[in-house]
Structure formats: C-alpha cells, structure tokens
C-alpha cells in the first residue's frame, strides 16, 4: 500500500470529532460539505499504523462498519485501498457470524414458543454491539435449557448480573458473548412490567438477508436511556448516530416514547438523552431538528454539562445523574412499585463495590 502520508498520529478527541463529521457533516443535497471534505483530507494523509488505529477506535465507538464504508466510497484516489477492502472483508464476516449465531438462538427460542426481542445490538446496524443481547419472557430454567442444547457454556455471573437477572453464555462459534435479561431491565433488574411490554411491542426487521425481533423505536430510545443516563453515565458516537437518525426520520412517536417512559418513572432521562444526542450532532455538523416542546421542556441539562475525554461523551454524576436517579427512585415510590424501589434502593451499594473493586484491582467486572 502505497500513500504520501504525513500525519502518523490522532488523538483520540481528534479521532471522534473526525468519525462524527464522516457520518454527519456529509450535506443533504448529495455535494458533499467543506467540514466532510476536510475529515477526509485529513483521514487520506494518516500512515498506516494511525488508519489502524483510528479505526480500532471506530470500533470501540461501535461505527467501524459505517466509517469503512465512507472511506471507500470517499478517500482520494486509491489511497488505503487494498488494506480497506481486507479490512471491510473481514468486518462482513464478522457480523454474518454474528448474524447466522442470532438466527440460531432465535430458532431455539421460537420453536418453544418462547417469544425474545434481540435489543441494542442491531440499533447500529450496519455495525453490531459488542454483544449479542437478548430480552425474554421465558423463564430461568427455559433459558438455560435452551443454551445447553446450544452447547453454550454459561459465565459466571457477577453481582450485578445477578441482580439484573441475566445470564451470559459463550458460544464455540461466536467471538461475542450473549447476554440474556430475563424478564427484567435495568441494572438492578427494577423494570419487569417494561421489560414484558418492550417483549409485546416487538417488530420484525430485516438486517442483512434475516429477519429480527427488536424493539420497537421507542423502546430502542428508552433501553438506550437505561444504559447511558442510569447505568454507564457515557454516550458513545453511536448513541448519538443512532438516536439522531431516529429523530432526523421522524420515527418516534413522542406520545408513546413519553407514555412508555413516564410509567418506568425516566421521562427526564429520556428527554434529556434526546437533547444532548441532538446538539452533539448539530456540533459535528448534522442539521437542526426542531424537537417538541414537552422534550426540551423535560430535560434536566443540556449537552454543554457533558464533556468529551479521550473516548466518550461523559453525563456527569453530580448532580446531574444523581437527580435524574432519584426522579426515578422517587416515581416507583409513588406509584407503589415497591419491587423497583426496594431495587433501586440497591445501586448506589452497587456502585460503591464496583468503584472500590475497581481501585484495588483495576476491574469491577465481578462487581458491576
């Protein structure tokens, strides 16, 4: 491979802001616009070892997929061309293993009847998730019947699986685990009702050559919510890729979303995860959208309270993530939901065994 490089080295803010405007700077009108062109000037004088790592950190942002595909189409001349179309080989394999293992699992379950909703993992489709994820109704010893006859092996389970009520199993052919929440959402397992409305709402999709049950686009937005504003506290550029396509084609009924996410007692987290993702990606160069009222109107902070470090986008957890939880401990309570408060109650218990696990062993894995 042959280039004329010169740059050898991005920072990994660089590598984010670069990754954002190839898939939101690109302009509406099919010319591509100055901020895209300029990202793709950059990207074309990267050495070899920098494109490797820009896209190992695409990877990281869960857009490896999508960034290969602009390079290709958009890199001058035929600069990074052979190590690009190795590269985006390998990436197809990857997700039709992943793919062909979900159709698998799919197979098991609903040849027993047993309804599941693959989530999060095909929200960033053409890219997938880290794993595959798996919602269910059925029970403990179906699940664990099922992925025996599967000759999957079960991992052991740390706290917070435990109280999330999920299992993860390592399957031969699949590099990825898969995670099973079992009747619940949340990281302390506290939303069993949304957890079986999410299963009833599903949708079937086509991703590839096969057809999926995902959740529907609202529950998408509200199982991201969990994730980012009430358990990891960061949003990755996929988040705000994915949430911004929703919004930018109008497929959120705000009504529903609202409805759905009052009743779990996260409408301002989910309002707030809405306007922060949207002003990030006006930032990178993505059009206004103007967003209802009642969203803006319910978030608890906007995106200049949340910060960049060198990989994702930070929600702050004080007081910022400390209020949106106790919004959400205080509307079970109200609502006499005493299974979600009694939960609840558990995670900052949860939080402080994983951060002290963390600083004397460098991992809170077993914890959290």
Known sequence: MTTTSTHTHVTEQK??????????????????SLRFADAVDTLSMLSETALKDFL??????????RTLFVLRSDLPGNVFGDYLEQRSAEEFRRVARLLASAQRILASFEGRGLPVVIMKTLDHWPDTGSDVDLLTSATDTQVLSIFKDLDATPQAPSWGDRLAHKFNFRMAELPELVEV???????TGEHRKLASEVVS???????????????????QVVIATLQRMYRHFYIRLTDILNIYGLLSTNQINFDSLRAISERAGIWPGVATLLTVSHSHAVAFGAPAIELPSEVE?????????????RRFVRVPLVPEAAKLYF?????????????????????PLLAAAAYVSFRL????????
């Open 56 to 65: 190992t950190y695409a990877e990281t942002q869960r857009v490896l997929g």
């Open 361 to 368: 062993t460098g991992d809170d894995k077993g914890v959290w």
């Open 327 to 347: 919004h959400q401990l205080a509307g079970n309570g109200k609502r006499g939901d005493v299974r979600a408060f009694g939960r609840l109650t558990m995670l």
């Open 181 to 187: 929440h079992v009747g619940c959402l949340g990281q």
């Open 297 to 309: 109107n319910a978030a608890r902070f906007d995106f200049k309270k949340t910060h960049l470090d």
């Open 201 to 219: 709402r599903r949708q079937w999709k086509t991703f590839g050559r096969s057809h999926f049950p995902v959740p529907s686009c609202e529950d």
């Open 15 to 32: 590598a984010f802001a670069l990754l954002a405007e190839l898939q939101l700077a690109r302009g509406v009108s099919g010319e591509p």
